[in-house]
């Protein structure tokens, strides 16, 4: 089974913040996504990237897939507190049924 | 659409007894998936179904989990004893036909929060 770790665990940061999270793996996978899930709610899809080395921007968010399609990370520019909550990266496994692997989370708090 | 609607939200009960949680999946949907989601082993996929059909059940952790889907609206997932250990909450999502591109999106219930005493 591939496995996605991320990092860090847990973040607390003050409002204006830079911050990046990262998710790691040693497997490949053809596709990988990133969810933030709110308290209460289930996650919703924030990016899907494809290509090694692609990079998309979502308003303050920067996602890029490292290129060897292993890892990814995701950079928020000028934390809100409206960006706190549960951060999940998800990589569509290579082999046996296609499937989504989710990462272990990052739970993000931004304090005004 | 309502989105992904899921039922009970919370469920408490005793260890032995039979839970049932119940989902129903955005009209068109063709895929449905059930998830688990606790603090130690994070969002873990327990089966998923393609037009009614199951494909990877390889997630279910044991015998007492059993998952039905009769029809393209409606989807169970029964565990049966329950134990302590089954605390957790339950996502469902649902995603179109094109699940298998790249572009794909799952679409996740808000859960049902299950408490095994």
């Known amino acids: 089974t591939q496995l996605l770790e991320q990092s860090p665990q847990f973040l607390s940061i003050q409002e204006g913040e830079n911050l990046t999270v990262y998710c790691n793996s040693s497997?490949?996978?053809?596709?990988l996504q990133w969810y933030r899930q709110e308290p209460g709610e289930g996650p919703v899809l924030l990016v899907t990237?494809?290509?090694?080395?692609e990079v998309k921007k979502l308003k303050r968010l920067t996602f890029q897939f490292g290129d060897a399609r292993k890892d990814s990370s995701l950079h928020i520019t000028a934390a809100q507190p409206g960006d706190t909550g549960l951060y999940l990266c998800?990589?569509?496994?290579?082999?046996?049924?296609?499937?989504?692997?989710f990462g272990t989370g990052t739970r993000l708090k931004v304090l005004a | 659409d309502a989105g992904v609607i899921q039922s009970p939200r919370h469920e408490v009960t005793e260890m032995g007894q039979e839970v049932t949680l119940r989902c129903k999946p955005i009209?068109?949907?063709?895929?449905l998936f059930w998830y688990r989601q606790t603090m130690m082993r994070g969002l873990e996929l327990l089966i998923y179904?393609?037009?009614?059909?199951?494909?990877?059940d390889s997630g279910m952790p044991e015998d007492r989990f059993s998952a039905k889907m009769p029809n393209a609206s409606f989807s169970t997932l029964k565990i049966q004893p329950s134990e302590p250990r089954d605390s957790a909450v339950y996502f469902c999502?649902?995603?179109?036909?094109?699940?298998?591109?790249?572009?794909?999106?799952?679409?996740f219930g808000p859960g049902t929060r299950l408490t095994v005493l």
């Open positions: 999502a649902s995603s179109l036909d094109r699940f298998h591109s790249s572009y794909n999106e799952q679409f």
């Open positions: 497997s490949v996978f053809s596709s």
């Open positions: 990237v494809v290509t090694g080395g």
């Open positions: 998800a990589g569509a496994q290579t082999s046996g049924t296609y499937k989504y692997i």
């Open positions: 009209s068109g949907h063709d895929y």
């Open positions: 179904f393609n037009n009614n059909v199951p494909i990877d």
